[in-house]
């Protein structure tokens, strides 16, 4: 779907996440004293080999601990900020899951409908038309099927159409299209004679079954965008007609 984040309207088909150690360490060195050769030893034998330095090992060991606890804090700290970061997206996503409940609506399909809100249903001009309402009423969304022959069809006869298309309510003005292979998506906005200023989203789309619904959300101009869409988005995303598989 769109990321618009605007939509409001109303009317016809379109409706409704140790110190001795480390003193060792640093202060290791090689002695060797002058100690005359053996009597048995041939002159040509090979000086005595020096004693290795080991201070230079010592102090490999030295970086070796000191990364190792700094590669390890960093890791320790990387997956902190992993698992931080999916806690806090899974309950974001729990927030969200809670916040909508599963109905089963009488007309013949299951969708998703924010909790609290409330259910109407009136006859439209051809088919029912179902209304959900925020507890406050200030913002809705419709379901209806249509009959035209495609999502975009239909969304274009709703907006032109003579005597009640969108284009005709007043203040009207399209702030964003949309349209996919099946589907048609339009947002707008208008001025309500008794209810001010609206916002609109309008989806059409080919249902699981095959046929055509409209979800048409709507909400107050003055609220965020987020507050109509996340409606819509959830009822489109979880729509699933009687019968069909979702």
């Known amino acids: 779907m769109s990321g618009w984040d605007d939509f409001g309207a109303r009317r016809g088909p379109s409706e409704e996440s140790g110190q001795a150690v480390w003193s060792a360490w640093s202060t290791a060195e090689t002695q060797t004293s002058p100690v005359p050769p053996p009597l048995w030893v041939s002159p040509s034998a090979p000086a ?3 004693v290795p330095v080991p201070g ?9 601990l000191t990364a190792t606890v700094v590669l390890g804090a960093g890791a320790g ?6 698992t931080q970061h999916r806690t806090a997206a899974q309950d974001q996503v729990s927030a969200t899951r809670s916040a909508y409940r599963t109905t089963k609506d009488p007309t013949g399909y299951t969708v998703e409908i924010p909790r609290g809100w ?11 038309v179902v209304s959900y309402d925020s507890p406050d009423g200030t913002r809705h969304l419709q379901i209806f099927r249509v009959s035209e022959t ?12 003579r005597g009640y298309g969108f284009a005709r309510q007043p203040g009207y003005r399209v702030l964003g299209r949309a349209s996919g292979a099946t589907w048609a998506e339009l947002a707008y906005r208008y001025d ?7 916002r609109v989203i309008d989806h059409r789309f080919t249902a699981a079954d095959g046929s055509l619904y409209a979800i048409h959300a709507s ?23 009687a019968g069909a598989r979702c």
């Open 48 to 50: 005595p080999v020096p």
């Open 56 to 64: 230079r090992r010592v102090w490999r060991v030295v970086l070796v």
């Open 77 to 82: 700290g990387g997956f902190w900020y992993v």
């Open 118 to 128: 409330t259910r109407a249903q009136r006859q439209g001009v051809k088919a029912p």
């Open 150 to 161: 495609s999502p975009a069809a239909s969304l274009d006869l709703a907006e032109y159409a």
């Open 192 to 198: 309500d004679p008794d209810r001010g200023a609206r």
């Open 219 to 241: 909400g107050p101009e003055s609220v965020s965008p987020s507050l109509v869409r996340g409606p819509l988005t959830e009822a489109v995303a979880s729509f699933c007609p």
